[in-house]
Nanobody, 121 residues
Framework: QVQLVESGGGLVQAGGSLRLSCAASGSIFSIRDMGWYRQAPGKQRELVAAIDSGGSTNYATSVKGRFTISRDNAKKTVSLQMNSLKPEDTAVYYC???????????????WGQGTQVTVSS
């Protein structure tokens, strides 16, 4: 069974920083793209940042220059360093990964349980 477990959310003042981490575990054969999404109350879930297995990254326009995504392929982890946080960054942040599990020939997307990030003004 494959699991994604996030950590690192919390409450921070505007202008502050937080670092989110996500670890994949279980019977994993390989991981392709990994990323972070967020969902604010009353809004749709949106992509924040993504990184492929080669290290190429993609960011939402709203976070470019403030957030940095990174991954450790050996440890099966992905992190999101969030700097210069704004109140509009307040949301539940979800880790996402495209994973091929052992003994399964197809790829599937897995989600973490979500971690709350609250930025006060």
């Amino acid at each position: 069974q494959v699991q994604l477990v996030e950590s690192g959310g919390g409450l921070v003042q505007a202008g502050g920083s937080l670092r989110l981490s996500c670890a994949a575990s279980g019977s994993i054969f390989s991981i392709r793209d990994m990323g972070w999404y967020r969902q604010a109350p009353g809004k749709q879930r949106e992509l924040v940042a993504a990184i492929d297995s080669g290290g190429s990254t993609n960011y939402a326009t709203s976070v470019k220059g403030r957030f940095t995504i990174s991954r450790d392929n050996a440890k099966k982890t992905v992190s999101l360093q969030m700097n210069s946080l704004k109140p509009e960054d307040t949301a539940v942040y979800y880790c996402n990964a495209e994973i091929r599990a052992l003994a399964i020939s197809s790829w599937a997307y897995y989600w973490g349980q979500g971690t709350q990030v609250t930025v006060s003004s």
